[in-house]
């Protein structure tokens, strides 16, 4: 099983990576399971509703967080 981590995706910038080259990734070495970090993904600073299925259509499988986790109170 091939596992892909990638590490603290951050605002835009960092959503707009994973949209263009995370599919390409995923079939070009044929990664199995996504691991991401997103606890910035939400201009810099935790994680909204919008931005957690965003990450879930674009293939991502296992989300993580740290301590910006409750920033966002909608994700609750």
Known sequence: MKVLFIGDIVGNVGRQMIEDY?????KDY??????????NATHGKG???????????????????GNHTFDKKELL
């Open 47 to 65: 994680l909204n509703r919008k931005h957690y299925d965003f990450f879930t259509f674009e293939g991502v499988d296992c989300m993580t967080m």
């Open 22 to 26: 995370l599919y390409r990734i995923r």
């Open 30 to 39: 044929q990664i199995d399971f996504v691991i991401a970090n997103v606890e």
